[in-house]
């Protein structure tokens, strides 16, 4: 293989350093690499490679049609076809109306996103491949953290992306949308561009368009800047984890929840003479409500979100949060709904359910 140009020497140095630092493959992993055709996972997949003989990773291509819009059916063909072009392994997953209304509830974008990840780690397994990359940028990163606030997230949300999430990578956070293509340019690599990028309908795409352009104009590196926003959160939530951790072992309820391997079934009957709660529900999980009210509200509200999780009930926002634990010193019965997910006072217990309904 020639000599890679600068451009893509350089996108590839700062992967390899954002994967070394977040425990990224070892030697003979597989990575399914997702390639949607732009410029971000063109660079993605070429710097992977750089960087994959030396280190003896196996890669594979994946790329989704959604089915949304003209033309989708062309971009993952290219894509399958660069892919062949490579010697690399590759699939085309087209998702149906189907895979996509089942994630509906969620909002278009959500329900596309959730639908994709659906149908790319099955594939990805398929091929033998432990991880999966995407092509996130700083960019985005930055646009992640600008929609956090204007949701009005705490702390985690500003966290923003991780370069390693469980199996699901992401070695372009510290690199600049600017320099993927630049990277491409340099390679003689064409790229597609996906006319919706272009639209200024869902509000990611504002963000990106008229927003991040302004802070940039009125305030030069805004966009580095928020990216490291989101890099100065992930750490503190990094050292508060093992917090959250210690105080759950102190109030979580008989037969709690162990957060490696929950045990099966993964619920928790109520102890004898715990009042019943009107709508019933399958109990998640027990929270001791004297040990809950003592606790200070910010770290109450992480060890009410980490629950939600392992019990694997929906998450709730942080208004719900405080609503849980205000239940701490409730009248017995007094319940919180949310969407996917409720609490309710009962006897000593804060209990986690699932709603019947």
Known sequence: MTRAPGELRLVADLAAKALAAAGGPAPGDGVAVAVSGGADSLALLHALRVLAGPRDWRLAVLTVD??????????????????KALGLPARVLTLTPADLEAHRPAGPEAAA??????????????????????????????????????????????????????????????????????????????????????????????????????????????????????TLAADERAWLDPLVTATLATIVGPGGVDSAEPPDPGWVTLPEGAPQTEGGGEARLLLDADGLAGLPVALGRRVVREVARRAEVTMPDAATCDRVLGL???????????????????GRWVRLVVPAD
Request: proline share 6%; glycine share 10%; with cysteine.
């Open 66 to 83: 959604h089915g949304l819009r003209p033309g989708s059916a062309a971009d993952a063909a290219f894509v399958a076809d660069h892919a």
């Open 113 to 230: 996103r959730a639908a994709r990840y659906a149908a790319l780690w099955p594939a990805a397994d398929a091929l033998g491949c432990r991880w999966l990359a995407t092509g996130h940028t700083l960019d985005d990163q930055a646009e992640t953290v600008l929609l956090q606030l204007l949701r009005g997230a705490g702390p985690d949300g500003l966290a923003g992306m991780s370069v390693r999430s469980g199996r699901l990578l992401r070695p372009l956070l510290d690199v600049r949308r600017a320099q993927t293509r630049a990277c491409c340019a340099a390679a003689g690599l064409p790229w597609r561009e996906d006319p919706s990028n272009a639209t200024d309908t869902p509000l990611r795409n504002r963000v990106r368009h008229q927003l991040l352009p302004l802070l940039e104009d009125l305030r030069p590196g805004a966009t580095t800047t928020l990216a490291r926003t989101a």
């Open 328 to 346: 701490a010193v409730a009248a017995d019965g007094t319940v919180t709904r949310w969407p996917g997910g409720a609490a309710v006072r009962a």
